[in-house]
């Protein structure tokens, strides 16, 4: 790929996830990583004097290892679906450019990915077409076309995930989506993470000011606020970055009260409905 080319799709969106790629990248390299991407690797040594404009880009430790943990996790949800359903069907709902398919493929999975068309335009052309069991779906989340599409196997097992996507829906279109795959994929399991409103509202504000990023507009303070949107919905567990000891959080760990309080963001793991008997 050109320098022409990756300059010219590299601004906006783009950006934001090539940054992503870079940072998963550079946590691969770590002795002490937290998430191996040898995607993410291989494509930033390939164009190395592209991605390196991001190496002046201050990151605050911190919120770098609470992104990447909070991919890990997702990641070991992806894992535990599969081991319980080998030959799954699972959708990742605002893949971006990551490479969850890679590394968490059990080689039964059906695995869609599931983005805005430029971003699935991206994913061709920095990440690779689709193929075999693998396949790229490019709409909104809120289009039924990809709805459609893996409608086709609703026999089989699915799973959900959305990463960083719910937040910037609003509470109508987010309650509308889940309670869609409730009825139309009885007994699938839906893993998404969820701020805080005090967090959505913070982060707001700090957007306002510094004229960077897209404002978001959902949150919830607890996953059973979820669960009273309609008869079966269960949350089956929910996970903070705090709930575990992690090295690399150590010197942070006085604000557990504080994080407790404020619930900056959290994974919350779903049954929707019940599987029909066959």
């Given at each position: 790929?050109?320098a022409?080319t990756?300059?010219?799709?590299s601004s906006?969106?783009?950006?934001?996830?090539?940054l992503?790629l870079?940072?998963?990248?550079?946590?691969?390299h770590?002795?002490?990583?937290l998430i191996?991407?040898?995607k993410a690797?291989?494509l930033?040594?390939?164009?190395?004097?592209?991605?390196?404009r991001?190496?002046?880009i201050p990151?605050s430790e911190?919120n770098y290892t609470?992104r990447?943990?909070?991919s890990r996790e997702m990641?070991?949800y992806?894992?535990d679906?599969?081991?319980?359903?080998?030959e799954?069907?699972?959708?990742h709902?605002?893949?971006?450019?990551?490479?969850r398919f890679?590394?968490?493929?059990n080689?039964?999975?059906?695995?869609?990915d599931l983005?805005?068309p430029?971003v699935?335009?991206?994913?061709r052309?920095?990440?690779?077409d689709?193929?075999g069991r693998?396949h790229?779906l490019?709409?909104?989340?809120?289009d039924?076309a990809w709805?459609e599409?893996?409608?086709?196997?609703c026999?089989?097992p699915?799973l959900?995930l959305?990463?960083a996507?719910?937040v910037?829906?609003?509470?109508?279109q987010?309650?509308?989506?889940v309670?869609?795959?409730r009825?139309r994929?009885?007994?699938?399991?839906?893993?998404?993470?969820?701020?805080?409103?005090?967090h959505?509202?913070?982060?707001?504000?700090?957007?306002?000011r510094?004229?960077?990023g897209a404002?978001?507009h959902?949150?919830?303070?607890?996953g059973?606020e979820?669960e009273?949107w309609?008869?079966?919905?269960?949350l089956?567990?929910e996970w903070?970055?705090f709930d575990?000891?992690e090295p690399?959080?150590?010197?942070i760990?006085?604000m557990c009260?504080?994080?407790?309080?404020?619930r900056?963001?959290?994974?919350?793991h779903?049954?929707?409905?019940?599987?029909?008997?066959?």
């Open positions: 790929m050109s022409e990756v300059n010219r799709d906006g969106v783009a950006e934001t996830l090539l992503t870079y940072s998963w990248a550079m946590e691969s770590r002795p002490d990583a191996k991407d040898e690797v291989g930033v040594a390939q164009m190395s004097d592209e991605f390196a991001f190496e002046q990151q911190a609470v990447i943990l909070f990641d070991r992806a894992r679906f599969l081991a319980r359903h080998p799954a069907i699972v959708v709902i605002g893949c971006g450019l990551d490479s890679e590394r968490v493929d080689g039964r999975v059906e695995w869609y983005d805005l430029e699935i335009e991206l994913r052309r920095f990440i690779g689709e193929g693998y790229l490019g709409c909104s989340v809120l039924n709805l599409a893996v409608s086709v196997h026999q089989r699915f959900f959305a990463e996507v719910f910037y829906l609003e509470g109508t987010v309650k509308s989506l309670l869609t795959l009825d994929f009885p007994g699938s399991e839906l893993v998404c993470d969820a701020s805080s409103p005090l959505v509202w913070v982060g707001n504000r700090q957007i306002s510094s004229k960077l404002r978001a959902w949150g919830i303070w607890h059973q979820i009273r309609a008869d079966g919905i269960h089956l567990d903070g970055f575990r000891p690399r959080l150590a010197y760990r006085w009260p504080l994080e407790a309080a404020i900056t963001a959290r994974i919350y779903f049954q929707l409905g019940k599987a029909a008997e066959v």
